[in-house]
């Protein structure tokens, strides 16, 4: 059965900074290209970011360039965002996600950040 | 990195069909045949429905339905059940090798 158990968030002030991981099982994660994708407090999805199955192709929405690095570690079959210079447009639950067919498919439950003082 | 437009709620009645559209551009929904479709109950993660357009992974009800004509992709469920109540989005890949969500249509069953 695939999982996808992210872990990591919490309520963090403007400007700090958290990483999320994302622990994956049930499938082969070194091979499979991964999302992740946020969802504002009673609003639509919004995808984030996505990594190769190596790790050394990287993408990112505009709204977090400069700002979130993705990452994976297939020794650990993790994966990770870490993300810096957070503002209050970033809380969010966010779910990672394993990619098929260019999209997201397997969807963990998400782990909700908050950015607040 | 434009979201793709969807309407923002549609109706209907146990066992009628509806359809949701999600209208793009020719940089993605019009631009690739990767076009997919999920579900999310209030609380839960999203569930892929519908991926490459038309096909549905294994354990989906084949009563979900997904199409595409130029820049709009749209999704049909046929035999509406109570469950099916739900909000729904689409996705498409990016030609800037980016991906891009609707803003999501909530589905209610009357």
């Known amino acids: 059965e695939v999982q996808l158990v992210e872990s990591g968030g919490g309520l963090v002030q403007p400007g700090g900074s958290l990483r999320l991981s994302c622990a994956a099982s049930?499938?082969?994660?070194?091979?499979?290209?991964m999302h992740w994708v946020r969802q504002a407090p009673g609003k639509g999805l919004v995808w984030v970011s996505r990594i190769s199955s190596d790790g050394s192709s990287t993408s990112y929405a505009e709204s977090v360039k400069g700002r979130f690095t993705i990452s994976r570690d297939n020794a650990k079959n993790t994966l990770y965002l870490q993300m810096n210079s957070l503002r209050a447009e970033d809380t969010a639950v966010y779910y990672c996600?394993?990619?098929?067919?260019?999209?997201?498919?397997?969807w963990g439950q998400g782990t909700l950040v908050t950015v607040s003082s | 990195q434009s979201a793709l437009t969807q309407p923002a709620s549609v109706s209907g009645s146990p066992g009628q069909s509806i359809t949701i559209s999600c209208t793009g551009t020719s940089s993605d929904v019009g631009g690739y045949n990767y076009v997919s479709w999920y579900q999310q109950h209030p609380g839960k993660a999203p569930k892929l429905m519908i991926y490459e357009v038309s096909n549905r992974p294994s354990g989906v009800s084949n009563r979900f339905s997904g199409s595409k004509s130029g820049n709009t992709a749209s999704l049909t469920i046929s035999g509406l059940q109570a469950e099916d109540e739900a909000d729904y989005y689409c996705s498409s890949y990016s030609s800037t090798s980016t991906v891009v969500f609707g803003g999501g249509t909530k589905l209610t069953v009357l």
């Open positions: 996600a394993s990619q098929m067919r260019a999209l997201p498919f397997y």
């Open positions: 049930g499938f082969t994660f070194s091979s499979s290209w």
